[in-house]
Nanobody, 116 residues
Framework: QVQLVESGGGLVQPGGSLRLSCTAS????????MSWYRQAPGKGREWVATITSTAGMTNYANSVKGRFTISKDNAKNTVYLQMNSLKPEDTAKYYC?????????WGQGTQVTVSS
């Protein structure tokens, strides 16, 4: 069974940093691209970043480019999102995502709150 489990969220001050983790199981992790999305209160789910399955190429939403870094460790079946220079508008629940053989999988999400 495919499972995605996010962790690492919490409360941080503006300008601070946080590292999110998503541990995957139930599929060949290295064969698929992984993404991070987020959803703030009253807003739709927003794409944040993607890392490809083989080349390790990364793509970012303009709102986080230069501040966030997506990476993965295939040996640990884990994808990370390093978030620096956090802003209050980054406050959201962050979700790990995988597209596997036409099916979309989501983790349970981890809450990130940026506040002074």
């Amino acid at each position: 069974q495919v499972q995605l489990v996010e962790s690492g969220g919490g409360l941080v001050q503006p300008g601070g940093s946080l590292r999110l983790s998503c541990t995957a199981s139930g599929f060949t992790f290295s064969s698929y691209a992984m993404s991070w999305y987020r959803q703030a209160p009253g807003k739709g789910r927003e794409w944040v970043a993607t890392i490809t399955s083989t080349a390790g190429m990364t793509n970012y939403a303009n709102s986080v480019k230069g501040r966030f870094t997506i990476s993965k460790d295939n040996a640990k079946n884990t994808v990370y999102l390093q978030m620096n220079s956090l802003k209050p508008e980054d406050t959201a629940k962050y979700y790990c995502n995988a597209n596997i053989v036409g099916r979309i999988y989501w983790g349970q999400g981890t809450q990130v709150t940026v506040s002074s």
